[in-house]
Nanobody, 125 residues
Framework: QVQLAESGGGLVQAGGSLRLSCAVS????????MGWFRQGPGKEREFVAG???????TYYADSVKGRFTIARDKKNMVHLQMNSLKPEDTAVYHC???????????????????WGQGTQVTVSS
């Protein structure tokens, strides 16, 4: 059974940093494109960062480019380092695994193959 479990969210002041982690079980992260999407209150889903199966390619939404960094490790985990956080980054952040390529994931509107329950990130001004 495929499971994704996020951790690392919390409350931080604007300009601060957080590191989100996604523990994956039931499959190897080499099998899927991995990424993070967020959904803020009253907002639509936004795919913010992705990393390819082999880890060679990463993609970022314009809203987070230069501030967020996605990475994978050898423990079957995916991380999202978030720096220079802004109040508009406030959202529930979900880890995603999908058979689509990273570039397709950014424009996809269909339901993802797998996603976690999410972790709340709140940025105060």
């Amino acid at each position: 059974q495929v499971q994704l479990a996020e951790s690392g969210g919390g409350l931080v002041q604007a300009g601060g940093s957080l590191r989100l982690s996604c523990a994956v079980s039931g499959y190897s992260i080499l099998s899927y494109s991995m990424g993070w999407f967020r959904q803020g209150p009253g907002k639509e889903r936004e795919f913010v960062a992705g990393i390819s199966r082999n880890g060679d390619d990463t993609y970022y939404a314009d809203s987070v480019k230069g501030r967020f960094t996605i990475a994978r490790d050898k423990k079957n985990m995916v991380h999202l380092q978030m720096n220079s956080l802004k109040p508009e980054d406030t959202a529930v952040y979900h880890c995603v695994a999908d058979s689509l390529t990273i570039s397709d994931l950014f424009t996809s509107t269909r339901e993802y193959d797998y996603w976690g329950q999410g972790t709340q990130v709140t940025v105060s001004s």
